[in-house]
């Protein structure tokens, strides 16, 4: 079974070669994606029921020996990580097809767009297997240069615009997490995270603060973390209603998963918990009031992610088994509801002609089914139950009761206000763009597109299916949590790969 683990990165970049060959011929461009997204589905899903039963699968790529080699590792977080998104990008591909179909290539250039989702889906996938810094860095690399490309598709003046920013702070980040790679190198010799969970122990604490303060500065910027997060909401709402909803859904999420991963294999039991506590209610209530500030809806839920980031950051800080497994349960939460909300505004924007609040109005009369795909993963978001987001919500504030101390109450008053504001941010959608009798007499809709519909359709139900199926999802998440925290089934594994 250790044959499967490359291939989620493997499957991708064979799909962008094939599609940028295939330029002029979109439908085969169209088939070889999907079937290549769909192949990496099936070996995700496989990947989770191997190491679920068996244990972590390591390869070292090339033969090579650990630690001079590239090492990738599938252990239960990053199998998890990899089927949700898997499922995710997949289905934004379909809506995207969808678009680009009913479009032309005048607004989504087929030749364009599918080599850069692939290679922006095997950057993401690369970075939840990396067993490296470095390594880690290159995924980072790989989905950003993807993403430059896909935020400007269209290559409209503020799309343009929007880019630029979102290339700088992004080549920042990169710049920081690269020098931090450098400065972790030349203290323990090494940057497989295998060797450095041992090596980064013996140095001075001092040092070891600086180091681990430079890796989530670098994530904390790719994650959105408040005060790091004022570019997102200026960047995201401009591209595509397909490349906002999985920017939205996935990106932040990586610089989540190697905060998790950084916090408990190299850098555990340090004082920077407290400061992601701190960093936590920031940006949920920073977040949650700019969201309620926005007459746009892409607008108001790119601030609701900024808001959210901060649910993820609770749970990481808390750094106790009940803490982490809700964080991993509302990562996969997250990335399903955000994702499905974004596909909804695309729908709303192509049948109403806008995401302006004050200039829509009498969608729920106009198109039920449109009202009906909004109403459910805003409730969702919202955490109302018995979606999956109240019970990621309700982890989190057992898990910061059982901590106890003044930080974790802060945190569980400010989720709870976080998930009321929250609410007051979707009603106000609802009422304005849904409820209410429209200004003005509405011209006749435009029409949607089966597969956009199909698509967001099957990412609702999928939001439903983590709330039926929540009971095994957070039996997962608590094993994965415990062995994050262990370590040593992570070191172990890549120890008996290297001999």
């Given at each position: 079974m250790t044959a499967l683990v490359p291939l989620p990165v493997v499957l991708p970049l064979l799909g962008a070669a094939v599609t940028l060959v295939l330029t002029r011929y979109p439908r085969a461009q169209r088939i070889v994606s999907f079937t290549a997204l769909t192949a990496v589905l099936g070996v995700s899903v496989a990947l989770l029921v191997e190491v679920s039963r068996h244990g972590t699968l390591v390869v070292a790529v090339g033969g090579w020996p650990v630690p001079v080699g590239i090492v990738l590792v599938a252990d239960r977080f990053a199998a998890l990580m990899l089927v949700v998104s898997a499922a995710v990008t997949l289905c934004v591909l379909v809506y995207s097809i969808g678009q680009g179909m009913a479009d032309g290539s005048e607004e989504t250039p087929l030749s364009i767009y599918h080599p850069s989702y692939l290679v922006l889906t095997a950057g993401v996938t690369n970075a939840f297997l990396a067993g490296d810094l470095f390594n880690l860095y290159v995924g980072f690399e790989i989905l950003l240069v993807a993403s430059y490309v896909l935020i400007t598709v269209g290559a409209t003046e503020e799309r343009v615009r929007a880019g630029t920013t979102y290339v700088v702070v992004s080549l920042l980040s990169s710049l920081i997490f690269l020098t931090g790679v450098g400065l972790i190198y030349?203290?323990?010799?090494t940057v497989n995270m295998a060797q450095l969970a041992g090596r980064l122990d013996a140095l001075p604490d001092g040092l070891r603060l600086m180091l681990n303060c430079v890796l989530l500065l670098a994530f904390g910027i790719k994650a959105a973390v408040f005060p790091l997060s004022a570019w997102l909401p200026d960047s995201y709402p401009t591209a595509l209603a397909p490349v906002t909803a999985v920017f939205a859904g996935l990106l932040t999420k990586v610089g989540i998963y190697a905060i998790i991963r950084v916090e408990t294999l190299l850098f555990p039991g340090g004082p920077t918990p407290e400061l992601l506590l701190v960093l936590a209610l920031l940006?949920?209530?920073?977040?949650?009031?700019?969201?309620?500030?926005?007459?746009?809806?892409?607008?108001?839920?790119?601030?609701?992610?900024?808001?959210?980031?901060?649910?993820?950051?609770?749970?990481?800080?808390?750094?106790?088994?009940?803490?982490?497994?809700?964080?991993?349960?509302y990562v996969v939460?997250?990335?399903?509801?955000?994702?499905?909300?974004?596909?909804?505004?695309g729908l709303v924007e192509r049948f109403g002609g806008s995401t302006a609040l004050d200039r829509l109005g009498g969608l729920a009369s106009l198109s039920p089914l449109l009202a009906i795909l909004f109403f459910v993963p805003a409730m969702n978001l919202a955490g109302i139950p018995p979606f999956s987001g109240f019970l990621g919500k309700l982890g989190l504030i057992e898990a910061g009761v059982a901590a106890g101390g003044g930080l974790p109450w802060a945190l569980v008053a400010?989720?709870?206000?976080?998930s009321l504001l929250t609410l007051y941010a979707v009603a106000r959608v609802w009422n304005m763009a849904f409820w209410r009798r429209p200004a003005t007499v509405p011209t006749e809709a435009s029409g949607l597109p089966g597969l956009m519909v199909g698509s967001t359709v099957a990412l609702v139900v999928g939001g439903v299916a983590l709330t039926v199926l929540a009971g095994p999802l957070y039996d997962l998440t608590v094993d994965t949590a415990a062995e994050l925290l262990a370590r040593a089934p992570y070191v172990e594994a890549v120890r008996a790969a290297a001999r």
């Open positions: 030349a203290a323990a010799g940006t949920m209530l920073v977040g949650i009031l700019g969201a309620i500030a926005q007459s746009d809806i892409k607008r108001l839920l790119s601030f609701t992610l900024v808001s959210h980031i901060g649910y993820l950051l609770f749970g990481i800080g808390l750094a106790t088994d009940l803490g982490l497994s809700a964080a991993i349960f939460h997250h990335i399903t509801i955000q994702t499905t909300l974004f596909l909804v505004v400010g989720g709870l206000a976080t």
